[in-house]
């Protein structure tokens, strides 16, 4: 029975509740529509909301950069989400909140009030006004107004693409009061960068930096918005510049192979038609523009070179190696041999081109073609007329090394001359084209290699900095 009695006392309660929340909101919507028409009524959005026309509308602009959508090296362009808030007082939309019910804040479309025009002024397409016709402003009781806009630009950014993939640009968002001179509106920025709140990394450009300047140029002023942009560089040294250099290096193999065994050809033109097609397949990835022309595109070419010349001192190499033995090799390459030599014939005779051979002619028998048979000679060795010049290191009587150095020939008569006891070499030393194929090959491999490396390291010290071009 007690239990019965108090439900009605619980429903009483909350009815009760409900009609002083209608109550309350009624009359507080009815508050908002009342104030509408008192602050609309008479207001005329063309004009400026000074009491005075001759002082300058205060207006402070902040820029909220949500994501850095793309950037186009060739067109020379950038993609951003922004939104702005604005910020300024309004005298005529002042209002006492305790005559609407402790009213403080309402909200009116802006085409019913008064707004700076603001406009980007280097737009790709375009110069049109920041934000969309449906965006709704905020007014609080003592006139400042909070406008709140967004909006998807385009700008042109100069963009120096000289050290890519290490490159850095300074892109730029320029906005301006555009029906306003100086003398009637002031434009001033509340902070001096770009608020990062809600930003969403790029995957292709780290955001290193922001500024924002406020320039007076002229009857109108600006608004300079600077993103510091830094190329994330991994995906192309992975996926560019490493793989083209290990094809060149692997081209470069090429003079270590045998030249008997028939492959070299091969090998070398299937290394450059490998970097010929990888370079079209990934030049997509490089920038495309003309003005400038990047360094990495230059070392890509260079490379593409090398791998040519790659091919073409292969079939060289080939043609001393398989030349006829019946040619002798011209005294010029005899030196250049000696010459490339010099370590190598430094070892096996000890000190090279000193004076004062002592020379012992032997033998000599004129008018015959055929000579009697030479007494053996310990450390001499014996030719006949027809055999093709030798050259021979003998030991001396007294057991030590390399002191006699033998040369015989014919010249329409025997005759033999030996140097004996001798410091000097003669001016050239007899070669085959084999032995000299296989010392080009081997100074090919150590200028190729050399170059690559070379090459790369000039590269990343142009593209740190380190070397200006």
């Known amino acids: 029975m007690p239990q019965c009695k108090t439900r009605p006392l619980q429903w009483s309660a909350s009815w009760t509740i409900l009609t002083v929340l209608f109550n309350y909101t009624s009359a507080n919507r009815t508050s908002v529509e009342t104030l509408y028409k008192g602050l609309l009524s008479n207001y005329n959005p063309y004009i400026r909301p000074n009491d005075d026309q001759?002082?300058?509308?205060?207006?402070?602009?902040?820029?909220?950069?949500?994501?850095?959508?793309?950037?186009?090296?060739?067109?020379?362009?950038?993609?951003?989400?922004?939104?702005?808030?604005?910020?300024?007082?309004?005298?005529?939309?002042?209002?006492?909140?305790?005559?609407?019910?402790?009213?403080?804040?309402?909200?009116?479309?802006?085409?019913?009030?008064?707004?700076?025009?603001?406009?980007?002024?280097?737009?790709?397409k375009k110069v049109r006004k920041i934000g969309f016709d449906d965006i709704m402003i905020r007014y609080n009781d003592n006139g400042v107004a909070l406008w709140y806009t967004g909006?998807?630009?385009?700008?042109?950014?100069?963009?120096?693409?000289?050290?890519?993939?290490?490159?850095?640009?300074?892109?730029?968002?320029?906005?301006?009061?555009?029906?306003?001179?100086?003398?009637?509106?002031?434009?001033?920025?509340?902070?001096?960068?770009?608020?990062?709140?809600?930003?969403?990394?790029?995957?292709?450009?780290?955001?290193?930096?922001?500024?924002?300047?406020?320039?007076?140029?002229?009857?109108?002023?600006?608004?300079?918005?600077?993103?510091?942009?830094?190329?994330?560089?991994?995906?192309?040294?992975?996926?560019?510049?490493?793989?083209?250099v290990l094809l060149v290096f692997l081209n470069c193999m090429v003079f270590l192979l045998s030249a008997d065994s028939g492959e070299r050809i091969g090998y070398a033109i299937t290394c450059l038609l490998a970097i010929t097609v990888y370079l079209t397949?990934?030049?997509?990835?490089?920038?495309?523009?003309?003005?400038?022309?990047?360094?990495?595109?230059?070392?890509?070419?260079?490379?593409?070179?090398?791998?040519?010349?790659?091919?073409?001192?292969?079939?060289?190499?080939?043609?001393?190696?398989?030349?006829?033995?019946?040619?002798?090799?011209?005294?010029?390459?005899?030196?250049?041999?000696?010459?490339?030599r010099c370590k190598k014939i430094r070892k096996q005779f000890g000190r090279i081109f000193k004076s004062d051979c002592r020379q012992r002619r032997i033998r000599s028998a004129e008018n015959q073609h055929r000579s009697p048979e030479p007494e053996s000679h310990p450390g001499v060795s014996q030719q006949t007329e027809f055999s093709k010049p030798i050259v021979s290191i003998?030991?001396?009587?007294?057991?030590?090394?390399?002191?006699?150095?033998?040369?015989?020939?014919?010249?329409?008569?025997?005759?033999?001359?030996?140097?004996?006891?001798?410091?000097?070499?003669?001016?050239?030393?007899?070669?085959?084209?084999?032995?000299?194929?296989?010392?080009?090959?081997k100074y090919c491999f150590i200028l190729c290699v050399s170059a690559v490396i070379i090459i790369g390291a000039l590269y990343f010290m142009i593209s740190s900095g380190r070397l200006s071009v």
């Open 151 to 244: 909006d998807y630009l385009e700008t042109s950014c100069d963009i120096d693409v000289t050290h890519f993939p290490f490159d850095r640009q300074v892109c730029t968002i320029v906005m301006i009061p555009w029906n306003y001179r100086h003398r009637e509106l002031q434009l001033f920025i509340v902070e001096n960068n770009i608020k990062l709140d809600n930003f969403t990394e790029n995957g292709e450009w780290i955001l290193y930096d922001t500024a924002a300047e406020r320039v007076g140029d002229g009857p109108f002023e600006y608004i300079y918005f600077k993103l510091y942009l830094e190329r994330r560089s991994s995906f192309f040294i992975i996926n560019l510049f490493i793989p083209v």
């Open 281 to 340: 397949l990934v030049s997509d990835t490089i920038p495309k523009s003309s003005k400038p022309i990047s360094v990495l595109t230059f070392v890509l070419m260079v490379l593409l070179i090398l791998s040519t010349l790659i091919c073409f001192l292969t079939i060289i190499g080939l043609r001393f190696h398989f030349r006829s033995e019946r040619k002798p090799l011209p005294k010029w390459l005899c030196k250049l041999s000696r010459i490339l």
């Open 54 to 124: 001759d002082q300058q509308t205060t207006v402070r602009a902040t820029l909220h950069l949500i994501a850095i959508n793309d950037v186009d090296e060739l067109s020379g362009t950038m993609s951003t989400v922004v939104y702005v808030d604005v910020t300024w007082k309004d005298p005529r939309m002042m209002w006492d909140k305790a005559d609407y019910n402790n009213v403080w804040q309402i909200l009116v479309p802006q085409n019913l009030v008064w707004k700076p025009d603001l406009v980007v002024t280097n737009p790709v």
């Open 394 to 441: 003998v030991g001396s009587s007294d057991g030590k090394d390399a002191s006699i150095y033998r040369q015989s020939f014919h010249l329409g008569e025997s005759s033999e001359v030996i140097y004996e006891d001798c410091d000097e070499l003669p001016e050239y030393e007899l070669e085959t084209w084999k032995t000299f194929a296989k010392l080009f090959d």
